[in-house]
């Protein structure tokens, strides 16, 4: 009998390592997903000189319905002028490179929170992939 209470008591702490093993992988995912999308639109913007709005709309679209995220929700910062590229040394450092910025809000962290008592605020967090790239965008 002492063994089938300590069993009930430890049971619920194991689980909670399964599910966690299970929602890394689904984040891990998630991120796999948000890191292929982000690079097909940076090659697209080096071909372009810069993030289109075109290219910026599409982005959105894709991340959104790969990862049932509201388009809203998804914040892109990235190079709005059309940079071309050098093949000379450019002085003021800036030498035709493209700059930008996605982040995506990952709305669950851990696994058995109600357990834990972690709040659903806390178990929130934001993937950002932020890079550069040369513009191929001839003059």
């Given at each position: 009998?002492?063994?089938?209470?300590?069993?009930?008591?430890?049971?619920?702490?194991?689980?909670?390592?399964?599910?966690?093993?299970?929602?890394?992988?689904?984040?891990?995912?998630?991120?796999?997903?948000?890191?292929?999308?982000?690079?097909?639109?940076?090659?697209?913007?080096?071909?372009?000189?810069?993030?289109?709005?075109?290219?910026?709309?599409?982005?959105?679209?894709?991340?959104?319905?790969?990862?049932?995220?509201?388009?809203?929700?998804?914040?892109?910062?990235?190079?709005?002028?059309?940079?071309?590229?050098?093949?000379?040394?450019?002085?003021?450092?800036?030498?035709?490179?493209?700059?930008?910025?996605?982040?995506?809000?990952?709305?669950?962290?851990?696994?058995?929170?109600?357990?834990?008592?972690?709040d659903k605020e806390e178990n929130t967090g934001v993937y950002t992939i932020k890079g550069t790239a040369a513009s191929e965008c001839l003059p």
């Amino acid at each position: 009998m002492k063994q089938l209470i300590v069993l009930l008591g430890v049971l619920p702490l194991l689980l909670i390592f399964m599910m966690q093993y299970t929602l890394d992988q689904k984040n891990s995912t998630a991120i796999s997903l948000l890191q292929e999308q982000v690079y097909t639109a940076k090659e697209q913007a080096k071909q372009e000189g810069y993030f289109t709005p075109e290219i910026r709309q599409e982005l959105r679209k894709n991340i959104s319905r790969s990862l049932d995220i509201p388009e809203e929700e998804i914040i892109i910062e990235a190079t709005e002028t059309r940079k071309y590229r050098l093949n000379y040394f450019d002085e003021s450092g800036e030498r035709g490179i493209i700059h930008y910025e996605v982040s995506v809000p990952i709305k669950r962290l851990m696994a058995g929170t109600n357990l834990l008592g972690i709040d659903k605020e806390e178990n929130t967090g934001v993937y950002t992939i932020k890079g550069t790239a040369a513009s191929e965008c001839l003059p």
